[in-house]
């Protein structure tokens, strides 16, 4: 049967590696935001595959407290593009490098 | 008071007075030469005139005093005392340091009269005078190295004691370099010493009674360590060129040096080993040959010399061999009798060559002088009984003691060693009336009737009192040949070897002895006063390396001096320019390069950034993956 915990985890470990990929390729910051909730998702999807595929309640609280924790982050993470926005009026991560080596711009 | 308790004060006090002297100079709240002239002579007198109790009391039971302070190193069952001990020996030796050393003392009050460090020189020669009463006076090899150490210190700073003339400055650094190599055989000798006879309490007496257990092959490498250490402070070939450099010390130093502290320290150092020296005999005849060598190079030099303290200075170095020959055949007691009246001639000689020296405005050539003894008598008859002595001229103290050695070492059957000896003792009366002639009684054509300086009177009579003591001291060893029964010797009461010689043999030899004293200075008057035979000084083949000592100083100079020098050049230029610059800088590319690497990390993108912390993430997880899977 397609719907096993097998299909499940190889789509938790695809968000997480999607959201990688977009963590490091992308330069603006809601692409950067969007994969890291990809990837807080995967987690997720794994947490409560993990759940169902062994009778155990735990995995799935973990999750159901990761949704809160996320929904908190999302709140911060918007106020701080909101706040980078009007420091540099752009949203490219490129513009925010101050801490670079000089040497090496 | 007992007895033992004046010890410690003999040897405080000049100690004490140099740092009270030394700090006042430095200070500058003391100028003027008064105090420290006062201070100064006050406190050698005082150490001569206190010591003389306990001298009297070790010298008439022939028990030691001990006299002990306190406990200095203690680990265990082994202690190192800081304890001072006075037997015959030591008493002996303590009143020649304590008697020529004031006396000495006094005269340079006239001779430093006028010097603008007249303090600093009062507490160096305070400093001299009591670490050479802690060398004597030590109870055990540690303290006497202690002693030992500091006479090499101050005779340093008085050596150097002209620190603007580059001259002075350099024969200090040779005499204490010179030194070093010497000590540096005590110290091993010392060291072995200790390791092998394993006492709890590292002290003479217990060292000869653990004597015993010591195979006789480490014995004569001890023994031959501690020579070299002689040989370092009593200026013996090889290790003796420092001593006639160190005549560019103010005069009295020499006097010292020469008379009453230092150089005497190897003498006494082999007299203090001799129950060690008496277990190894064939050590003995290496210390005696040694001797003997070093007596007849070094009177060979001192007749070609034209410095007046060059001449006395190798006349030392001389009579030093002489009494290195006695200690080597075994005669302990004839050496410290030849120590004793040496002491006393030497400190006269060198005390009337400083007068001499002030009367012609610090000039020190021979030949630049002349005619003393017609307008100065009363410095010319002491320089006479001083020449006299060292000649070994009835009555006065050289003959009794080089004679003694002369005869003992005949007698114990060092045939060429005596033979040795002989020529010696006919270049001492050659070179010593060479400079009495020269200076006293020529005429002195090219020095005209110049204006001789004036002279302080305490250089005038400090010459009497030791005159008289030059007349004087050679009756406490008259032979028994001659009636009397070397006193002396049983004063000592030191492990002589015991040798049997007739009478009419030991007349004859001494009748040997005179004969050539008499030859030598009747070579001298007939070239130097009648000029009969004419001068050859310069022109003989040999003069030149003769004046020069046979280039051993040069050789050193070049084999070590420059030697060093080079090797110092190459290090400075190879090693460190290459080698150890070469691996600083290396390093320090590297760091520059290791961080051009890492800044190029760190270049301020977010995509970046987040690569790394997975990658560290990652590969934290499976690192714990592995350590908890299984």
């Keep these: 049967m397609i719907w096993n915990p097998h299909f499940f985890t190889a789509l938790a470990v695809f968000l997480i590696y999607i959201g990688i990929v977009g963590l490091a390729g992308r330069k603006n910051l809601f692409v950067i935001y969007l994969s890291l909730e990809l990837m807080l998702n995967g987690i997720n999807l794994a947490f409560v595959t993990l759940s169902r595929a062994r009778p155990d309640m735990d995995p799935a609280v973990i999750a159901l407290l990761m949704v809160g924790v996320i929904a908190a982050e999302a709140a911060i993470f918007l106020a701080m593009i909101v706040h980078l926005f009007g420091l540099k009026r752009s949203v490219n991560s490129d513009d925010f490098r101050e801490l670079a080596d000089g040497r090496s711009r | 008071m007992s007895e033992s308790t004046i010890l410690p004060i003999v040897a405080v006090l000049p100690l004490l007075s140099a740092l009270v002297?030394?700090?006042?100079?430095?200070?500058?709240?003391?100028?003027?030469?008064?105090?420290?002239?006062?201070?100064?002579?006050?406190?050698?007198?005082?150490?001569?005139?206190?010591?003389?109790f306990p001298i009297y009391s070790v010298l008439s039971s022939g028990r030691a005093l001990d006299s002990h302070l306190y406990e200095w190193v203690s680990i265990?069952?082994?202690?190192?005392?800081?304890?001072?001990?006075l037997d015959p020996l030591s008493a002996v030796m303590l009143f020649i340091v304590t008697f020529v050393g004031s006396v000495i003392h006094i005269y340079a009050v006239g001779y430093m009269r006028g010097d603008d460090g007249f303090g600093r020189f009062f507490s160096y020669f305070n400093l001299f005078l009591g670490s050479m009463l802690l060398l004597i006076l030590a109870s055990n090899p540690i303290l006497m190295f202690v002693g030992w150490e500091l006479v090499g210190l101050s005779s340093y700073l008085l050596i150097g004691y002209y620190y603007d003339s580059e001259g002075s400055i350099e024969a200090a650094n040779k005499a204490f370099v010179l030194n070093r190599v010497g000590d540096f055989g005590l110290m091993s000798g010392i060291a072995l010493l200790f390791v092998s006879t394993q006492t709890d309490r590292f002290s003479f007496v217990d060292i000869a009674g653990g004597l015993g257990s010591v195979d006789s092959a480490t014995l004569a490498l001890i023994g031959g360590l501690l020579f070299v250490g002689a040989i370092g402070k009593s200026a013996q070939i090889p290790l003796f060129v420092w001593l006639p450099d160190a005549m560019a010390g103010p005069t009295p130093v020499s006097a010292l040096i020469h008379?009453?502290?230092?150089?005497?320290?190897?003498?006494?150092?082999?007299?203090?080993?001799?129950?060690?020296?008496?277990?190894?005999?064939?050590?003995?005849?290496?210390?005696a040959y040694t001797g003997g060598v070093s007596a007849l190079l070094a009177a060979l030099f001192a007749s070609y010399q034209t410095d007046i303290k060059k001449i006395l200075a190798y006349s030392t170095m001389s009579q030093l061999g002489y009494m290195f020959i006695g200690a080597g055949v075994g005669a302990y007691s004839t050496a410290l009798f030849h120590l004793l009246t040496h002491a006393f001639f030497k400190a006269l000689l060198f005390m009337g060559a400083g007068a001499v020296i002030i009367l012609f405005h610090h000039r020190q050539n021979i030949f630049e002088m002349g005619g003393v003894a017609r307008r100065r008598a009363d410095i010319a008859i002491p320089m006479l009984v001083g020449g006299l002595a060292i000649s070994g001229i009835p009555p006065f103290a050289g003959f009794f003691s080089k004679d003694a050695i002369l005869v003992h070492t005949f007698a114990s059957g060092h045939y060429l060693l005596w033979g040795i000896a002989m020529v010696g003792a006919f270049l001492t009366a050659y070179y010593i009336f060479r400079l009495y002639f020269v200076v006293f009684t020529a005429s002195g054509d090219d020095t005209g009737e110049e204006s001789l300086a004036e002279i302080p009177s305490t250089m005038i009579w400090t010459l009497y009192i030791l005159a008289i003591g030059t007349v004087v001291v050679g009756f406490a060893g008259v032979p028994e040949a001659f009636g009397g029964d070397f006193v002396i010797g049983d004063l000592l009461s030191l492990p002589d070897r015991v040798v049997a010689i007739s009478h009419t043999l030991e007349w004859t030899l001494t009748l040997m002895g005179l004969c050539v004293s008499v030859c030598g200075i009747a070579l001298a008057y007939l070239i130097f006063v009648r000029k009969s035979i004419k001068e050859r000084n310069g022109e003989a083949i040999y003069a030149q390396p003769l004046y020069e000592a046979l280039y051993i100083d040069r050789l050193y100079r070049t084999v070590f001096v420059d030697g060093l020098r080079r090797v110092s050049g190459w290090c400075a230029k190879v090693v460190d320019d290459t080698l150890i610059d070469g691996a600083i800088m290396a390093v320090v590319r590297g760091y520059g390069r290791a961080g051009d690497v890492m800044a190029g990390l760190q270049n301020g993108s977010v995509g970046r950034y987040a690569i790394y912390m997975l990658t560290a993430i990652s590969l934290a997880s499976l690192y714990i993956l592995n350590r908890t899977g299984n």
């Design chain 2, 21 to 52: 002297m030394g700090s006042l100079h430095i200070s500058g709240s003391l100028r003027g030469e008064r105090f420290y002239a006062l201070v100064g002579t006050i406190v050698p007198v005082l150490s001569a005139i206190v010591s003389i």
């Design chain 2, 76 to 85: 265990g069952d082994f202690t190192i005392d800081i304890s001072l001990r």
């Design chain 2, 259 to 287: 008379a009453a502290t230092m150089v005497t320290a190897g003498v006494y150092m082999v007299a203090r080993f001799s129950f060690l020296y008496e277990e190894i005999p064939y050590i003995g005849e290496i210390i």
